[in-house]
């Protein structure tokens, strides 16, 4: 493993207790990071401190309540500054036809995967910029490019994450605090267990290397984005899907 150069950063993660966010998590540490997972399950938090040592501290966080998050936000950079976003909590909301979903399903999986990034960048964006710094890595999905059948919901709201990447990384040019965003394909984690298999089978179909991406992959092209190196690129979208996007 390669060691990206993230001695001595701050970094929150949400959904960081598992999967994704979890492996990123492991990888900023072994880089050098401090990090603070945000998560909404409190047992899922300490068991993963406890797993990733003294550089690793957890709060339990609500991200679509504005209040909890702006709270959270001012206690995190009053301890040490943040210098790293990355916007990794998200939710599937199960599988349907869109006339079929429910509207508090469709509700909840955008303020989960969409809202909550806002807010969570609402909070912490002006405190990065005085500080002159700063790196945000929104984690979407190839479903925001291509639109997955059955997942409307969820596909909406990741082509929305990978919108507000864009449009973030414009009004930041020249702040010092760079934003992008990372497509995965679909990796083997907790959130399958609110897919079908249906679902899954059809995602595995559509990727030419014939597996799924592995969170340590994702983590790695995350850090990188965290990281000083990443100098140049801003409200940019990175592909990791295996040869599935098309664009």
């Avoid at 995967?113 to 990065?128: E, Q, R, S």
Wanted: hydrophobic residues 45%; glycine residues 10%.
């Amino acid at each position: 493993m390669n060691r990206i150069d993230l001695e001595g950063r701050k970094a929150i993660i949400t959904g960081g207790a598992r999967g994704i966010g979890y492996a990123t998590a492991e990888r900023m540490i072994a880089s050098g990071a401090f990090v603070e997972l945000w998560d909404i399950d409190a047992a899922a938090i300490d068991e993963a401190v406890k797993s990733l040592g003294d550089q690793a501290t957890g709060n339990v966080v609500e991200l679509t309540d504005e209040k909890v998050v702006a709270v959270a936000a001012g206690k995190t950079f009053d301890a040490r500054p943040v210098d790293i976003l990355v916007n990794n909590a998200g939710i599937t909301g199960g599988n349907a036809k869109t006339w079929e979903l429910a509207p508090d399903i469709w509700r909840r999986t955008i303020e989960v995967n969409l809202v909550a990034p806002y807010l969570t960048c609402h909070a912490l964006v002006p405190l990065m910029a005085k500080a002159g710094y700063g790196r945000i890595v929104n984690v979407a999905s190839i479903a925001g490019k291509e639109g997955n059948p059955n997942a409307s919901h969820y596909s909406a709201s990741k082509a929305g994450l990978i919108a507000l990447t864009k449009s973030l990384g414009k009004e930041l040019a020249g702040s010092g605090i760079l934003v992008n965003c990372v497509t995965p394909a679909a990796a083997r984690t907790s959130i399958f267990d609110q897919m079908t298999q249906e679902h899954i089978d059809y995602m595995l179909s559509k990727i030419p290397l014939n597996r799924f991406v592995e969170p340590s992959e994702v983590a790695a092209m995350i850090a990188w984005l965290a990281s000083n190196d990443c100098s140049f690129t801003t409200g940019a979208v990175f592909d990791i899907s295996g040869g599935r996007a098309v664009y």
